[in-house]
């Protein structure tokens, strides 16, 4: 049985790895503007690799948790994971064209999902402090009554 502590632990050290996470990426971003393309793509490619690895690991949480995680997480899960495949055929398709028009829409095209995905990432973490303050909120519930 877990307690109010217990999930509020939990939360602050998952928030505390998801804000190093973001300052990483934001760092990555900085740098990126400075570098040769081949470099930019080298590091994208690292962060693709590693956006695959963390969707596994969330899969497998999923997975693990079965029935402790409600049907509307999965899901989302399950909706998230088809969008990535898409965008990055998408991504992938694009790579193959290459006149300076379509280049152009290209990059526009991948600015704007950049921006969506952090916009995105910010609605996911207000959710997130919502999902942590709604189960403190039960657990302090379900004590008060094992309590009388």
Known sequence: MSTVTDTSTSAS???E???GRAQLAEQRATAA??????DVEASAGKARA????QAE???????????????SWTDLEKSWTRHITQVRHDIDA???EMDRKRAEHRAKHAEDDALFAIDF???AIEEAEFAVLH????RKAADELAAT
């Open 121 to 123: 990432a910010y609605t």
């Open 135 to 138: 189960a403190i909120s039960a």
């Open 57 to 71: 690991k969330l899969r497998e949480s999923a997975d693990a948790t079965g029935s402790h995680v409600s049907a």
């Open 17 to 19: 790895k998801l804000s």
């Open 33 to 38: 503007r400075d570098q040769a393309r081949a």
């Open 50 to 53: 590693g956006a695959e690895e």
């Open 94 to 96: 694009r790579k193959a």
């Open 13 to 15: 050290s998952k928030f």
